[in-house]
T-cell receptor
């Protein structure tokens, strides 16, 4: 039972264009959302996050949007660069017995071509 | 600063053998997480510890899997006996006190069970 879903396993965009990665979730108890980026042979690294009380958070070329009513969040990368090519994981946080637990999606592989 | 250290980076073993994966978290971090990455299920949380105490092991697939954290600087994930379906990349992550959401991942151990 996948509580966090990334329905697009891959995405290809041209350098300079916008990349939009999508994520859907089912658990309304999630209170914080994160995006992680993963290069081959490395562990995931934190990219950007958003609290459930906000609908947008921006950090340089990266913006995350949250639509709570639709249980949907997206990551926008503008402009996309070849170095952005990686697997992007969406994650959601839920409090279980007083502890925060992250639930990850299956990832979307982004390829940015020159 | 050294990040999360995992060993071995690659492990190839035969079905039925015992496998032990090792993790050294970042010094001062009080949370430690074990994840498994597969194509079908993405990043799955197996177990996590707080101050060396296991908090939630509901993600451990079955009794063949066990994890220990004898001290703040070392943890192991053991599979006995191993099966081909255990083949995956196993990540260890840690997070510091007060940091509820962001986790720091190691480079992973790629396990292949033949």
């Amino acid at each position: 039972d996948q509580q966090v879903k990334q329905n697009s396993p891959s995405l290809s965009v041209q350098e300079g264009r916008i990349s939009i990665l999508n994520c859907d979730y089912t658990n309304s108890m999630f209170d914080y959302f994160l995006w992680y980026k993963k290069y081959p042979a490395e562990g995931p690294t934190f990219l950007i996050s958003i609290s459930s009380i906000k609908d947008k958070n921006e950090d340089g070329r990266f913006t995350v949007f949250l639509n709570k009513s639709a249980k949907h969040l997206s990551l926008h990368i503008v402009p996309s660069q070849p170095g952005d090519s990686a697997v992007y994981f969406c994650a959601a946080s839920v409090t279980v017995s007083g502890f925060q637990k992250l639930v990850f999606g299956t990832g979307t592989r982004l390829l940015v071509s020159p | 600063d050294a990040g999360v250290i995992q060993s071995p980076r690659h492990e190839v073993t035969e079905m039925g053998q015992e496998v032990t994966l090792r993790c050294k978290p970042i010094s001062g971090h009080d949370y430690l997480f074990w994840y498994r990455q597969t194509m079908m299920r993405g990043l799955e949380l197996l177990i996590y510890f707080n101050n060396n105490v296991p908090i939630d092991d509901s993600g451990m697939p079955e009794d063949r899997f066990s994890a220990k954290m004898p001290n703040a600087s070392f943890s192991t994930l053991k599979i006995q006996p191993s099966e081909p379906r255990d083949s995956a990349v196993y990540f260890c992550a840690s997070s510091p006190p007060g940091q509820k959401y962001e986790q720091y991942f190691g480079p992973g151990t790629r396990l292949t069970v033949t």
